[in-house]
């Protein structure tokens, strides 16, 4: 029986024109499979593959000569047309540092309440790592789900993404656990989750190829393009003695904030930043002109002056 819905899945995929693919990007996908160590139904992960169509990248396809400069890798898809622009080193494992709380954020919009209150416990309002951003909740506090996840995209706290995480998954541990089956629920099998804000760990890694995907299944929601076009956002939020409280949080993000020049003919709809030391500065952004949406992303360049120069590079060749 098993068999027969499989068969029924393809050929009505193939009827349809979906999922007609050229032998280059069948080939692609094998190579992809058989390099990820997929344990799931082949046949029938690869009409859901193909049915959501997803840009494949090729070993041919994933270099690029003309070097950016600092960053590891970099990604460039136009996905209105499913078109691969630019692709360097996407299947390399890298730390994704807040990029991270795109796949806090993808659970958050599945599986949460956004009306939800969640009470800020001790382990949340304790961050003590040096550097990591925090929105500077306490204990006790009282906090929507709906402006957590704002917080969470907009200013990066991490201290948001404990909350978030005890709040759904009952636990950091439980919640990773999530963030790791939905991963490889959307294909994104190279990546490893341990915690929901992206502080490091040598076990917490991603790909870059993996964060496009993730990204990728966020844009359908109007939620996430919403909080991710904002350049600031206030909380009003109660503390533990119910006491009336507001915070405001400005966007991580230069192009929404001003302090790096537009793309001409190109609007920066937003995205996500991450710094750490060991994952370097990165970027993914949402662009459209008027006649596609596009996903850019770099991962792990040497300084942020440098991440917004070569992400502004890959963009102005959409315009060319």
């Given at each position: ?26 080939l692609a996908f094998k190579e992809m499979k058989a390099s990820s160590g ?91 790592e040096s550097g990591a951003k925090l929105c500077g909740f306490k204990e ?51 990546s490893n989750f341990v915690n929901a804000h992206g502080l490091h760990d ?119």
């Amino acid at each position: 029986m098993k068999n027969k819905l499989i068969s029924l899945i393809l050929l009505a995929c193939l009827s349809f024109g979906g999922c007609q693919k050229t032998s280059g990007e069948m080939l692609a996908f094998k190579e992809m499979k058989a390099s990820s160590g997929f344990t799931f139904d082949s046949q029938l992960m690869e009409a859901d593959f193909f049915a959501k169509n997803l840009a494949i990248i090729s070993e041919e396809e994933n270099y690029t000569e003309d070097t950016l400069g600092s960053s590891e890798a970099s990604l460039l898809i136009d996905i209105t047309n499913n078109e691969i622009i630019h692709a360097d080193n996407v299947y390399e494992k890298l730390y994704p540092a807040s990029l991270t709380k795109l796949m806090t954020a993808l659970i958050v919009l599945r599986y949460g309440e956004l009306t939800d209150l969640v009470t800020v416990s001790y382990n949340a309002s304790h961050i003590t790592e040096s550097g990591a951003k925090l929105c500077g909740f306490k204990e006790g506090d009282i906090v929507s789900l709906e402006a957590l996840l704002n917080a969470l995209l907009i200013y990066s706290g991490n201290d948001v993404g404990i909350a978030i995480a005890e709040h759904i998954g009952g636990s950091e541990e439980g919640f990773a656990k999530m963030m790791n089956e939905e991963a490889k629920k959307i294909g994104a099998v190279h990546s490893n989750f341990v915690n929901a804000h992206g502080l490091h760990d040598d076990n917490h890694y991603t790909t870059a190829y993996d964060l496009y995907l993730i990204f990728n299944e966020l844009i359908p929601y109007d939620t996430f393009l919403s909080i991710i076009n904002t350049p600031s956002y206030t909380v009003t939020y109660t503390d533990k003695d119910g006491n009336n409280l507001e915070k405001t949080f400005a966007t991580t993000n230069r192009y929404l904030n001003g302090k790096t020049d537009l793309i001409e003919h190109l609007e920066i709809i937003g995205g996500k930043t991450g710094t750490t030391f060991k994952a370097g500065n990165c970027l993914i952004l949402l662009s459209k002109d008027n006649s596609a949406q596009y996903i850019s992303l770099i991962l792990k360049a040497s300084s942020g002056d440098q991440l917004y120069s070569e992400m502004s590079q890959i963009l102005s060749t959409i315009t060319e």
